[in-house]
């Protein structure tokens, strides 16, 4: 995680959240997240990488479609976490 964020950092820094990179640091940053059970947190660089994606290799993408049912995933689990507080 630790080397994904310095990768957020650079990202940021030289305003490049929109380039092709960006949406594969984001996803990786989501997965990372969601595998700790961070559902919020997952979901927010799910939706940065959705984005990328979309801009990039349209919504109909292989991967673009991985990431929207990530998305719906970590939702439905974040939904999940709350109900049982």
């Keep these: 995680m630790e080397y994904y964020r310095k990768a957020e950092r650079i990202i940021k820094k030289h305003h490049a ?10 996803f990786n940053i989501g997965t990372v ?8 947190n997952a979901l927010e660089y ?4 959705f984005e990328v994606y979309k801009f990039h290799f349209g919504r109909d993408d292989q991967d673009t479609v991985i990431i929207r049912e990530r998305i719906e995933r970590v939702k439905k689990m974040g939904r999940k ?4 507080r």
């Design 17 to 26: 959240t929109n380039l092709k990179d960006s949406g594969y640091v984001f």
């Design 33 to 40: 997240l969601e595998e700790m059970k961070d559902y919020e």
């Design 46 to 49: 799910y939706q940065k990488a």
């Design 81 to 84: 976490g709350k109900n049982t």
